[in-house]
Nanobody, 122 residues
Framework: QVQPVESGGGLVQAGDSLRLSCAGS????????MAWFRQAPGKEREFVAA????????RYAASAKGRFTISRDNAKNTVYLQMNSLEPEDTAVYYC???????????????WGQGTQVTVSS
């Protein structure tokens, strides 16, 4: 299994960009689908973006499409979430998760990181 560790969160202003990173331990990182989820205060955790093991396929939530880009570098055991045009509504704890199943199935993600806080001020 791959244990993800997130980094890159912080406090930014509306309209700014931020890149989150998720490092995965283990030599089988390239075999796993990876995804980002987020949880805002008082809300349920929601899907943001996912990528298949070789990086050739991605999926985005409607709120992320056109602003966020998920990518991965299997040589570095790392997945990224580039976030542009950030809005206060993007404020949340962002979690990285791994799945040995289909990247498209948001219910297949079983291993979670501790999360990284992203705060967007208006």
């Amino acid at each position: 299994q791959v244990q993800p560790v997130e980094s890159g969160g912080g406090l930014v202003q509306a309209g700014d960009s931020l890149r989150l990173s998720c490092a995965g331990s283990g030599r089988t990182f390239s075999a796993y689908s990876m995804a980002w989820f987020r949880q805002a205060p008082g809300k349920e955790r929601e899907f943001v973006a996912a990528i298949n093991p070789d990086g050739g396929y991605t999926r985005y939530a409607a709120s992320a499409k056109g602003r966020f880009t998920i990518s991965r570098d299997n040589a570095k055991n790392t997945v990224y979430l580039q976030m542009n045009s950030l809005e206060p509504e993007d404020t949340a704890v962002y979690y990285c998760a791994t799945s040995s199943g289909d990247y498209y199935n948001t219910r297949s993600y079983a291993y979670w990181g501790q999360g990284t806080q992203v705060t967007v001020s208006s």
